[in-house]
Nanobody, 109 residues
């Protein structure tokens, strides 16, 4: 198993952007890595995922872009045109069973 550390969250105004990073302690080659989010009062939900064989799958295409740097063992989530409803703790997951500790994203004016 790998250890995952998310970073890049914070407070941003509506319409703003953030780039989240998920750094892995080991190789992510061959693993499906996904970004999930958990908002208060809601269930954890998939935002996007990426594997070695595709350029990314998005639950709601358009504002977010997932990418990976195999050499750095890091997966990114670029989030644009953020809305208040995007407020949540964002987690990354690798291989289905490894989770990071999460990073808080708050979209508010």
């Amino acid at each position: 198993q790998v250890q995952l550390v998310e970073s890049g969250g914070g407070l941003v105004q509506p319409g703003g952007s953030l780039r989240l990073s998920c750094a892995s302690s080991g190789s992510i080659f061959g693993l499906v890595v996904g970004w999930y989010r958990h908002a208060p009062g809601k269930q954890r939900e998939l935002v996007a995922r990426i594997s070695s064989f595709d350029s990314g799958y998005y639950v709601d295409p358009g504002r977010f872009t997932i990418s990976r740097d195999i050499a750095k063992n890091t997966v990114y989530l670029q989030m644009n045109s953020l809305k208040p409803e995007d407020t949540a703790v964002y987690f990354c997951n690798a291989g289905g069973s490894c989770w990071g500790q999460g990073t808080q994203v708050t979209v508010s004016s």
